[in-house]
């Protein structure tokens, strides 16, 4: 019996999953530009997308908010996103089986 490096994938599946992951990226990025200001720079700071991530202090310091704020504007982004990206992330078993 064969055994296979656990990274192989048939032939064809890594472009499609390429492809997805670009798909995925460019859903993310629209989603992420629809929310109001605060919100979208609350998570561009967070999750590092111009830099380093900041923490939730940091990007208090710097939008003159505080901590709970930010968790708080963070956790409302979150679920702004829900609809826009239902469907995006998929369960690792879930990709395995694809």
Do not use: C, N, Y
């Given at each position: 019996?064969?055994r296979?490096?656990?990274?192989?994938?048939?032939?064809g599946?890594?472009?499609?999953?390429d492809?997805?992951?670009?798909?995925g990226?460019?859903?993310?990025?629209?989603?992420?530009?629809?929310?109001?200001?605060?919100?979208?720079?609350?998570?561009?700071?967070?999750?590092?997308?111009?830099g380093?991530?900041?923490?939730?202090?940091?990007?208090?310091?710097?939008l003159?908010?505080?901590?709970?704020?930010?968790?708080?504007?963070e956790?409302g982004?979150?679920?702004q996103?829900?609809?826009?990206?239902?469907?995006?992330?998929?369960?690792?078993?879930?990709?395995?089986?694809?």
């Open positions: 019996m064969e296979h490096h656990q990274g192989w994938r048939p032939a599946t890594r472009e499609r999953g492809q997805r992951f670009r798909r990226a460019q859903r993310r990025k629209r989603a992420v530009a629809g929310l109001p200001e605060r919100e979208r720079r609350i998570l561009e700071l967070r999750f590092g997308f111009d380093p991530p900041a923490s939730l202090e940091q990007i208090g310091r710097e003159g908010l505080t901590r709970e704020r930010v968790r708080q504007l956790a982004a979150f679920e996103l829900a609809d826009p990206l239902e469907g995006l992330v998929v369960d690792e078993d879930e990709a395995r089986a694809a």
